[in-house]
């Protein structure tokens, strides 16, 4: 199969760098095709869905990069990287450079990952009627999580000082062909992002089937808008989002924590029972991106991402199952990626009852969304741990996503959302925002730099 490749304003610099090279750009590209040459059936549009998946879910973005980066912002003492590669450390010590590749990575991923949906939801006349909601509502999710991902990086939180002036990233809605001065776009505010990702969310909420094999769901749309509301500190339509995944009754809690996870040193596999959503990793479509520096190197990875044991046991009880979620192989890693092909999961289940407690609790007196108390949703997810439970107050909550989201990729923009320093950092500082690669800035003229860079 193919790859449609459509150009894109991330590759702008590219573009411009061989534009000397006019014989050489008249010469027609075996491995490129125009785009209204390219989507002409329903099946080509299909096609382009699923490249548009491909990108959404490598390394570099939905894969594990992205996350793997907040986890590093966001450590003080739980994570001793041992690593050589300069661009992590710069996480690791809250020093990112505008010239660090792994932050263009992510953006070019993200951007790539946009402009693939845009030309799917650009052809959805070509679809098949049958068919033709379900491939738009997987455009839009991957479109609208993708732009949710971006703005939470490279622009301010959703709470530090007015989300309608901060700048965000450009949101761009067309496929880009070509690049023209329609291409040099500007930075839209950060509220004028998440805008336009409740948009993208909310029609493939509408639109998506209740079940979809490992593609993009109903729920899986309603689980990432819960996400994105409670970022934004919007708790009632946080909680509500919550519910709807809830309520579907299409997902349930493993009987262990650790069997959320793909089993160590196990072969591709299917999604869990409480997997919301996933990004299917195998051996054809590259490699879990947490495994690769969380892992040790028994179990694929590089193994310099180590678990500081005092952290373990300083943080987990005794009794609590999670404490068992780490294994030694020479030091401490982390059970979650072991499995260099194992999926990555983005959305579990325990994340949303979490969202609705933590809701409901700042909410109160309002009666609970859902008519399921804070306390029965925080037991919920420590009777998997094999934990009591007697109080829910909003440091229970904040506490129990700490013990149960560890290194998926949530503490930094839990530190944001709750006001929380990191070490002698304060949350909103500008070292904690990822800055606007220094490529695009240089191949687009209205892009602006983030404070601090």
């Given amino acids: 199969m193919k790859k449609i490749y459509i150009y894109n304003l991330i590759f702008a610099s590219m573009l411009l760098a061989v534009s000397s090279c006019k014989k050489a750009l008249e010469i027609n590209p075996v491995d490129t095709i125009e785009q209204s040459k390219a989507l002409l059936t329903s099946k080509d549009v299909e096609v382009a869905?699923?490249?548009?998946?491909?990108?959404?879910?490598?390394?570099?973005f939905y894969g594990g990069r992205p996350f793997l980066m907040a986890d590093f912002l966001a450590n003080t003492n739980a994570i001793e990287w041992t690593g050589t590669y300069e661009e992590l450390t710069q996480s690791i010590k809250k020093s990112l450079q505008k010239t660090n590749s792994?932050?263009?990575?992510?953006w070019a991923a993200g951007y790539t990952a946009i402009n693939d949906a845009n030309n799917v939801i650009s052809a959805i006349s070509k679809v098949d009627a049958a068919k033709k909601n379900k491939v738009e509502g997987e455009a839009k999710f991957i479109r609208g999580a993708s732009y949710f991902e971006l703005v939470r990086l490279f622009g301010k939180a959703y709470n530090d000082g007015s989300p309608t002036t901060n700048l965000g990233v450009p949101i761009v809605l067309t496929p880009t062909t070509a690049v023209t001065e329609a291409s040099y776009v500007s930075r839209a505010t950060v509220a004028a992002v998440y805008t336009q990702a409740i948009a993208d969310l909310t029609d493939?909420?509408?639109?998506?089937?209740?079940?979809n094999g490992f593609f993009a769901t109903k729920s899986s749309a309603a689980?990432?808008?819960a996400r994105l509301y409670l970022q934004m500190g919007n708790y009632a339509a946080a909680a509500a989002a919550a519910n709807r995944v809830i309520a579907s009754g299409n997902y349930s809690l493993t009987p262990a924590f650790i069997d959320a996870f793909p089993a160590m040193g196990s072969t591709p596999g299917v999604n869990s029972s409480e997997d919301i959503f996933a990004t299917q990793v195998t051996t054809l479509t590259g490699f879990n991106g947490f495994n690769e520096f969380y892992g040790s190197s028994t179990y694929g990875g590089r193994g310099e991402a180590i678990i500081s044991q005092d952290w373990i046991t300083n943080?987990?009880?005794t009794n609590d199952d999670r404490i068992n979620a780490f294994y030694e192989d020479g030091d401490m890693f982390t059970s979650k990626y072991a499995n260099v092909y194992g999926n990555v999961?983005?959305?579990?289940?325990?994340?949303m009852y979490l969202i609705r407690a933590e809701s409901n609790v700042r909410l109160a007196p309002a009666a609970p969304v859902g008519g399921v108390t804070p306390l029965q949703d925080l037991a919920t997810v420590r009777n998997r741990a094999g934990l009591t439970t007697t109080t829910a107050t909003l440091t229970d909550i904040l506490n129990e996503r700490k013990l149960e989201l560890a290194f998926e990729g949530f503490a930094l923009h839990d530190a944001k959302r709750t006001q929380t320093n990191i070490g002698n950092i304060p949350w909103n500082s500008t070292s904690l925002v990822f800055p606007i690669p220094q490529r695009e800035i240089d191949a687009n003229k209205n892009l602006v730099q983030n404070p601090g860079y």
Avoid at 204 to 211: D, M, R, S, V
Avoid at 345 to 351: A, C, N, Y
């Fill in 49 to 60: 869905l699923v490249g548009a998946y491909s990108e959404f879910g490598s390394r570099n």
């Fill in 223 to 225: 689980g990432m808008l």
């Fill in 204 to 211: 493939a909420e509408a639109k998506l089937p209740a079940t």
């Fill in 345 to 351: 999961p983005v959305m579990r289940l325990s994340e």
């Fill in 102 to 106: 792994y932050v263009n990575n992510v």
């Fill in 315 to 317: 943080t987990y009880a």
